[in-house]
């Protein structure tokens, strides 16, 4: 079955610690996002990409970064520069590239991350 | 930027009664997307709605966009507890030649039996 499978659920991690958040899609999308999601809040934008080796800024993304290596692959690093990376991290994918093409997202279930 | 604000932020109601969800933006809606999450979990695609005035329905869930594109509604049908959970509007922003999707900050659903 197709999906977005994001690893690992459930992660802890000292203060100053960067941690990766891995994003696999075997849908065949060109599409990729990164949300965080606040308890009580909507979701954020961190990062998204278009296609392969390219990627551009959210509305958060300070003290993260992203890389797009692989079309079907799209990690996230929580960086130590990330004030309170404490959240519900999501990922999504979609068809469409650009301008042309729309279509819902597809979200994976997320990763949470606690900072102790 | 575009902003979108739901309304309300939460809400609770008796089984069987009905509700309606609103997502106002402050500029042109060209794709509206409706989900909804249980708490902890990912988000389910609900509806997408892209043109002025198109109304959609999917068992007792109906999602309207107005004529003018700036203002979408969530309408239930007889509340069952099933219902429950946050639901979150979405919409295409086109900035700098790149397409992406901004959410509004949620509205919270409890349905009691």
């Known amino acids: 079955d197709g999906g977005i499978t994001q690893s690992p659920k459930y992660l802890f991690r000292k203060e100053g610690q960067n941690v990766t958040l891995s994003c696999e899609q075997n849908?065949?999308?060109?599409?990729m996002y990164w949300y965080r999601q606040d308890p009580g809040q909507g979701l954020r934008l961190i990062y998204y990409?278009?296609?392969?080796?390219?990627?551009q800024k959210g509305d958060i993304a300070e003290g993260y970064s992203v890389s797009r290596e692989k079309k079907e692959s799209f990690p996230l690093t929580v960086t130590s520069a990330q004030k309170n990376p404490t959240a519900f991290y999501l990922c999504?994918?979609?068809?469409?590239?650009?301008?042309?093409?729309?279509?819902?997202?597809?979200f994976g279930e997320g990763s949470r991350l606690t900072v102790l | 930027s575009q902003e979108l604000e739901q309304s309300p932020q939460s809400l609770i109601v008796q089984e069987g009664k009905n509700l309606t969800i609103n997502c106002t933006s402050s500029?042109?809606?060209?794709?509206l997307y409706w989900y909804k999450q249980k708490y902890g979990e990912g988000l389910i695609f609900l509806m997408m709605?892209?043109?002025?005035?198109e109304e959609k329905s999917h068992e007792k869930i109906t999602a309207k966009l107005d004529e003018k594109k700036q203002q979408s509604s969530l309408h239930i049908t007889a509340s069952q507890p099933s219902h429950a959970g946050i639901y979150l509007c979405?919409?295409?922003?086109?900035?700098?030649?790149?397409?992406?999707?901004?959410f509004g900050t949620g509205t919270k659903l409890q349905v009691i039996p």
């Open positions: 999504a994918s979609r068809r469409g590239r650009g301008l042309s093409g729309t279509g819902e997202l597809f």
């Open positions: 849908l065949n999308h060109d599409a």
């Open positions: 990409s278009q296609i392969v080796n390219d990627f």
């Open positions: 500029k042109t809606l060209y794709g």
């Open positions: 709605l892209q043109k002025g005035g």
């Open positions: 979405g919409a295409d922003v086109i900035s700098g030649g790149y397409q992406k999707v901004t």
